[in-house]
């Protein structure tokens, strides 16, 4: 799985490295950080953001300066509409980084 998911991390379509992060976070698997990790630096505003939340729920959460690059360029109207989905039902991994994530967009 590992070199699967390694390969997945990279992939040159959007939606396998999405994917893979997912992935990821179902099987939390020790070991699978720095694969997230690599994820928190992925174009797409939403892999990065379930690569931080995977991390977060794997109780090895993102730096705060990792937090911040994540969420460097995102449209505003993006991150409300990413974290409106867990407005009702979020696990603490995703209520760890919402926590953390609308103060740094305050700042922008």
Known sequence: DERRW????THKYAWQRYK???EIR????EGSAPLL???LHDK???TRMRAAMALADFGMPPTHEEL???LQGARPELV?????RFHEKASPGESYIMHFA???LKKK
Request: overall charge positive; charged content about 20%.
């Open 37 to 39: 990790r690599q994820a």
């Open 80 to 84: 409300s509409n990413f974290f409106l």
């Open 44 to 46: 797409k505003f939403w």
């Open 20 to 22: 893979t992060v997912l």
């Open 102 to 104: 609308l103060p740094l």
């Open 6 to 9: 390694s390969e997945g991390v």
């Open 26 to 29: 179902d099987a939390r698997l």
């Open 68 to 70: 911040r690059q994540a």
